[in-house]
């Protein structure tokens, strides 16, 4: 039964990607026509909740929103982010010369199924 | 969902403070056993982390509904680590985002960490490990996993904001309204994050299949990916 609806989800999975590939760019244009912000989920609950429950958000204890500063500080958590998953992804992934072990992260004591690591 | 500061109530924020240091506390426990006992854990912890901050910092545009929202990422750290360890990625993750990137707050902390690191990845990981069991493929259990532990992230946002501002109506109603206004946003996010996290595990499963073993995601190997593995057939004849 798996078999059949992981056949069916596969051809799904395409579809959504390509439709989303195409979606995202072209909302761009008609979003910006349109005068919309693409504003945040998070500030639209937050006004919901305003309006609902009279709760008022706060400014962060470190209000970084200012100006810049939070554009700065996106681009290097970004950047430092990616140098991690970049690093660790090689030492996981990447593999020695001609062998199926990884450079860093050897295939211990997995030859056979079942056997202790 | 970040729920931003001073949103909550001090009765509400104490109550999931308390309920989130338990799982945290937990998942220190697991860490420091797993760190002593599975090869090529911290590796993975560390790619897991930094990519738990950056998917849930991520603002995607999604054109249906005219506003920008973020994938978790907790489903696919609690399929590859265990929900307990997701946990304290989540928990890492959005010390951060609250104290250097003006998302989420410390006092709403516990929170966040509440719906975004424990409920979305014990939904996650339980929906992996039961449809697994009966009998579905590495990337559709997880697909499904991811699909599920995102929109359990948002369901269990939108109850602790209900919880906490219901007033006199009830709580459901309140709950059932913040879930419709995440909906059109999160819901094809939601198939995407799916389809990002089916993706990765049937990568690991070709490119490194040990790692699945070690780390508990698989027990037995696959035929395909072995042959993948080693580029022959002749890896588990001893």
């Known amino acids: ?117 | 969902m970040h729920i931003t500061e001073g949103m909550l109530p001090v009765k509400w924020a104490v109550t999931w403070y308390g309920v989130s240091a338990l799982c945290v506390a937990k998942g220190l426990r697991d860490l420091n056993i797993k760190v002593k006992t599975v090869p090529a854990i911290k590796q993975m912890l560390g790619l897991l982390g930094a990519a738990v901050f950056i998917i849930s910092l991520l603002p995607i545009p999604v054109p249906i509904a005219g506003t920008s929202a973020h994938p978790t990422g907790t489903p696919l750290a609690a399929i590859l680590v265990g929900p307990f360890l997701s946990s304290i990625l989540a928990t890492v993750a959005l010390l951060l985002q609250a104290l250097f990137f003006a998302h989420g707050g410390l006092t709403t902390l516990g929170a966040n960490v509440l719906s975004e690191g424990i409920v979305g990845s014990l939904v996650g990981y339980l929906v992996f490990r039961g449809l697994r069991r009966l009998g579905a493929g590495l990337g559709l259990a997880a697909g499904i996993a991811a699909l599920l532990g995102n929109l359990s992230v948002y369901m269990a946002t939108a109850t602790e904001l209900a919880l906490a501002l219901h007033g006199n109506q009830p709580v459901w109603s309140i709950t059932w309204k913040f879930m419709l206004a995440f909906l059109p946003a999160q819901g094809p996010l939601a198939v995407l994050e799916a389809l990002v996290t089916g993706g990765i595990i049937r990568y690991i499963n070709i490119q490194r299949p040990d790692i699945l073993r070690h780390l508990g995601v698989v027990n037995e190997p696959s035929p395909s990916s072995d042959v993948n593995f080693r580029g022959d057939n002749n890896v588990y004849r001893g």
């Open chain 1, 1 to 117: 039964m798996f078999t059949e609806v992981e056949h069916l989800l596969k051809k799904a999975a395409i579809v959504l990607t390509i439709s989303f590939l195409v979606l995202i760019p072209a909302g761009v244009f008609p979003g910006a026509a349109h005068g919309q912000k693409w504003q945040g989920t998070d500030k639209v609950i937050e006004e919901l909740a305003s309006k609902m429950g009279g709760a008022k958000a706060r400014p962060p204890l470190l209000n970084t929103d200012q100006g810049d500063l939070l554009l700065f500080l996106f681009a290097v958590g970004g950047f430092a982010a990616g140098v991690i998953v970049g690093v660790n992804w090689d030492r996981l992934f990447r593999r020695k010369e001609g062998s199926c072990e990884s450079a860093d992260v050897p295939d211990q004591g997995l030859a056979k199924p079942g056997q202790q690591a």
